[in-house]
T-cell receptor
Framework: ETGVTQSPTHLIKTRGQQVTLRCSSQ?????VSWYQQALGQGPQFIFQ???????GRGNFPPRFSGLQFPNYSSELNVNALELDDSALYLC?????????????FGPGTRLTVL | GQNIDQPTEMTATEGAIVQINCTYQ??????LFWYQQHAGEAPTFLSYNVLDGLEEKGRFSSFLSRSKGYSYLLLKELQMKDSASYLCAVRDRKDDKIIFGKGTRLHILP
């Protein structure tokens, strides 16, 4: 158990809908990153938040957006869902932005888009 | 650009030793991580290397050569529970992002 929680565990949506995924960081962690993991692939970096500000973004379109709250919990929002958005969405928290800090992953949200 | 290569699948026998290789290309290296991921679960941290050499942690060791853009994860005294995917990930100094490889699925045979 890493202390990072995500909700919901599973979600089924249809193409064109919008979805919000939630993540609670480990206590004391102010940095959170979101990843998309398709079946049989490694996690792909979506974006990172540090102290409520976006601090880097991967190659994902603007319909993927996020928020980090004062308590360092976080949301990932995806608009206009496409079939290819079906994946495991992982959030990972770390103590700070330091490069030496380990990221601790939550259990993930399995999103299926029909 | 950034690129991480690792074998797709490997098979080993319970009690044996296995080495999983990872090669990477990045514009600015700032650390390499190994994670273990069981099917349907989140990745769990195994090791972190930022300087050249071998880091040993129980049955698992990780090696890094920055000049060669190369790392390996060594698993000794393999157990059935070691059947999992092993992810190599590199942090890029330029933008601090962590880039993951596609993972190596390790199958352990009795």
């Amino acid at each position: 158990e890493t202390g990072v929680t995500q909700s919901p565990t599973h979600l089924i949506k249809t193409r064109g809908q919008q979805v919000t995924l939630r993540c609670s960081s480990q206590s004391g962690h102010n940095t959170v990153s979101w990843y998309q993991q398709a079946l049989g692939q490694g996690p792909q970096f979506i974006f990172q938040y540090y102290r409520e500000e976006e601090n880097g973004r991967g190659n994902f379109p603007p319909r993927f957006s996020g928020l980090q709250f004062p308590n360092y919990s976080s949301e990932l929002n995806v608009n206009a869902l496409e079939l290819d958005d079906s994946a495991l969405y992982l959030c990972a928290s770390s103590i700070t932005l330091s490069s030496a800090d380990t990221q601790y992953f939550g259990p993930g949200t399995r999103l299926t888009v029909l | 650009g950034q690129n991480i290569d690792q074998p797709t699948e490997m098979t080993a026998t319970e009690g044996a030793i296995v080495q999983i290789n990872c090669t990477y290309q990045t514009s600015g290296f700032n650390g390499l991580f190994w994670y273990q991921q069981h099917a349907g679960e989140a990745p769990t941290f195994l090791s972190y290397n930022v300087l050249d050499g071998l880091e040993e942690k129980g049955r698992f060791s990780s090696f890094l050569s920055r000049s060669k853009g190369y790392s390996y994860l060594l698993l000794k005294e393999l157990q059935m529970k070691d059947s999992a995917s092993y992810l190599c990930a590199v942090r890029d100094r330029k933008d601090d992002k962590i880039i993951f490889g596609k993972g190596t699925r390790l199958h352990i045979l009795p």
